[in-house]
């Protein structure tokens, strides 16, 4: 009897039933309005704990042996959280879900090409430049000393800096003045305090410690949505990286203007296209850079910024509403005229956790199969709409297929906005392991 106890676990546990429930995030949101869709198989049964009143199911009966498969709804009664508690035969537990019910939310899509200018906070090193002494010998005082590529020099000497001229106007002063340059670095690790002596190039008759350094970052991306009544917006979908380190870049300011596509690098296997965008009057601002995160930037919109595809806010769709099947995508890819393209929603990964691969999705719409190949660097925050709600944003291209890329869930991207409170852990409710239940039952 032991034996052929085992022998069912261990084949429950292989069986798409086990897959399903158990491939559920620990805590998900829905909307409120929404309506939360699983499918719950035998020999399994879904209820909400009895302290918990913000979601009521439906259809949730134990079910019996001959239905082998019912749909369970959970319908939201009012916000807060609530527990739903998956049990085997009714009796084991087996798989605890937080759901927490949230307000609604609309915002404007958006689709529009937006120029990029970020400031890093100091500035970074990108790179090393070997100095010719006056002894005619070449030397790198800053390598030397221990500064590597992708080093964020914070201030010399307690002075902040924020610009490469200014990191060179005060490596030279110190130097004329016999002095040594005490540099503030910031690392994944922490802060560091470096000496470092300069040393007069015979080149440029300045002195110089051998660095590379970037103070800023510019490009084209896609916005991805604005709220109408805050003027907070989110673009991109990913974070903004330094090009020579690959690092993300520390956000200490920037802006966004608006941006014309003036041309297209056509996408093909092995080599991503790109828009070709220019800034229109760059001095003219359209909104600040607060953050540069995993999912994007995000800052206020300074400027009116209407969509002529949505002059009204639309509402936004939780992860547990996106379906898979047909959606579409708004972008630029001539001039300023968003556009909208048919996409099919191949994948969804449900996620605990913030990732930003949260979606598969394949360009369907010959248009732009013609015009661009799919999808190309510059589309990074393209929203995807499904069923008339926001569900997320284009974030990246598969290298071997331009038609196909991921995208980033928008639950993500409310979060990092502060339009909806950010995922909060509840480390006090512990969840129980299928085995774990099992054997606390019956031993």
């Given at each position: 009897?032991?034996?052929?106890?085992?022998?069912?676990?261990?084949?429950?546990?292989?069986?798409?039933?086990?897959?399903?429930?158990?491939?559920?995030?620990?805590?998900?949101?829905?909307?409120?309005?929404?309506?939360?869709?699983?499918?719950?198989?035998f020999p399994l049964s879904v209820s909400v704990k009895h302290d918990s009143d913000s979601i009521r199911i439906q259809n949730s009966d134990f079910l019996p042996?001959?239905?082998?498969?019912?749909?369970?709804?959970?319908?939201?009664?009012?916000?807060?959280?609530?527990?739903?508690?998956?049990?085997?035969?009714?009796?084991?537990?087996?798989?605890?879900?937080?759901?927490?019910?949230?307000?609604?939310?609309?915002?404007?899509?958006?689709?529009?090409?937006?120029?990029?200018?970020?400031?890093?906070?100091?500035?970074?090193?990108?790179?090393?430049?070997?100095?010719?002494?006056?002894?005619?010998?070449?030397?790198?005082?800053?390598?030397?000393?221990?500064?590597?590529?992708?080093?964020?020099?914070?201030?010399?000497?307690?002075?902040?800096?924020?610009?490469?001229?200014?990191?060179?106007?005060?490596?030279?002063?110190?130097?004329?003045?016999?002095?040594?340059?005490?540099?503030?670095?910031?690392?994944?690790?922490?802060?560091?305090?470096?000496?470092?002596?300069?040393?007069?190039?015979?080149?440029?008759?300045?002195?110089?410690?051998?660095?590379?350094?970037?103070?800023?970052?510019?490009?084209?991306?896609?916005?991805?949505?604005?709220?109408?009544?805050?003027?907070?917006?989110?673009?991109?979908?990913?974070?903004?990286?330094?090009?020579?380190?690959?690092?993300?870049?520390?956000?200490?300011?920037?802006?966004?203007?608006?941006?014309?596509?003036?041309?297209?690098?056509?996408?093909?296997?092995?080599?991503?296209?790109?828009?070709?965008?220019?800034?229109?009057?760059?001095?003219?601002?359209?909104?600040?850079?607060?953050?540069?995160?995993?999912?994007?930037?995000?800052?206020?919109?300074?400027?009116?910024?209407?969509?002529?595809?949505?002059?009204?806010?639309?509402?936004?769709?939780?992860?547990?509403?996106?379906?898979?099947?047909?959606?579409?995508?708004?972008?630029?890819?001539?001039?300023?005229?968003?556009?909208?393209?048919?996409?099919?929603?191949?994948?969804?990964?449900?996620?605990?956790?913030?990732?930003?691969?949260?979606?598969?999705?394949?360009?369907?719409?010959?248009?732009?199969?013609?015009?661009?190949?799919?999808?190309?660097?510059?589309?990074?925050?393209?929203?995807?709409?499904?069923?008339?709600?926001?569900?997320?944003?284009?974030?990246?291209?598969?290298?071997?297929?331009?038609?196909?890329?991921?995208?980033?869930?928008?639950?993500?991207?409310?979060?990092?906005?502060?339009?909806?409170?950010?995922?909060?852990?509840?480390?006090?409710?512990?969840?129980?392991?299928?085995?774990?239940?099992?054997?606390?039952?019956?031993?």
């Amino acid at each position: 009897m032991a034996i052929l106890i085992i022998s069912a676990l261990f084949a429950f546990c292989f069986s798409p039933q086990f897959r399903n429930i158990y491939g559920l995030p620990m805590h998900i949101r829905v909307i409120e309005g929404e309506t939360a869709l699983f499918e719950v198989n035998f020999p399994l049964s879904v209820s909400v704990k009895h302290d918990s009143d913000s979601i009521r199911i439906q259809n949730s009966d134990f079910l019996p042996i001959m239905a082998l498969s019912r749909p369970v709804f959970l319908e939201p009664v009012k916000l807060g959280q609530s527990t739903v508690e998956f049990k085997l035969f009714g009796i084991i537990p087996f798989r605890t879900v937080q759901v927490d019910v949230l307000p609604p939310v609309s915002l404007i899509p958006g689709g529009h090409s937006i120029g990029v200018v970020l400031r890093s906070q100091g500035v970074i090193v990108v790179g090393n430049s070997p100095v010719l002494n006056t002894q005619g010998q070449y030397v790198t005082p800053a390598k030397d000393a221990g500064i590597v590529v992708g080093d964020v020099i914070i201030s010399i000497n307690g002075t902040p800096v924020q610009s490469d001229t200014q990191v060179a106007e005060i490596i030279d002063e110190n130097g004329r003045n016999n002095h040594n340059i005490d540099i503030l670095l910031k690392r994944t690790e922490g802060q560091q305090h470096v000496a470092v002596t300069p040393v007069l190039c015979n080149d440029t008759k300045r002195y110089r410690i051998g660095l590379f350094v970037r103070d800023s970052a510019a490009g084209v991306g896609t916005l991805s949505f604005y709220d109408p009544e805050s003027q907070v917006y989110g673009a991109l979908g990913h974070v903004i990286t330094d090009s020579d380190t690959n690092l993300p870049i520390d956000c200490e300011q920037g802006k966004i203007v608006l941006a014309t596509v003036s041309g297209i690098q056509h996408g093909k296997r092995g080599h991503p296209g790109e828009k070709i965008g220019v800034f229109i009057e760059e001095d003219q601002l359209l909104g600040n850079i607060n953050k540069n995160t995993q999912f994007g930037i995000y800052g206020e919109l300074t400027s009116k910024l209407p969509n002529e595809k949505y002059p009204q806010a639309i509402p936004v769709a939780s992860m547990s509403q996106v379906q898979v099947g047909p959606a579409e995508m708004l972008t630029v890819v001539d001039g300023q005229t968003i556009e909208q393209f048919s996409i099919e929603i191949q994948k969804i990964n449900l996620q605990e956790a913030p990732e930003s691969k949260g979606l598969v999705i394949k360009v369907t719409d010959q248009r732009l199969l013609e015009k661009t190949g799919g999808i190309v660097q510059g589309m990074s925050g393209s929203p995807i709409i499904q069923n008339g709600k926001i569900v997320g944003a284009v974030t990246h291209v598969f290298v071997h297929d331009p038609t196909s890329g991921y995208g980033c869930f928008i639950d993500w991207m409310l979060m990092e906005s502060g339009i909806i409170p950010k995922n909060q852990r509840h480390s006090a409710k512990k969840l129980f392991t299928f085995f774990g239940s099992f054997f606390m039952q019956f031993t």
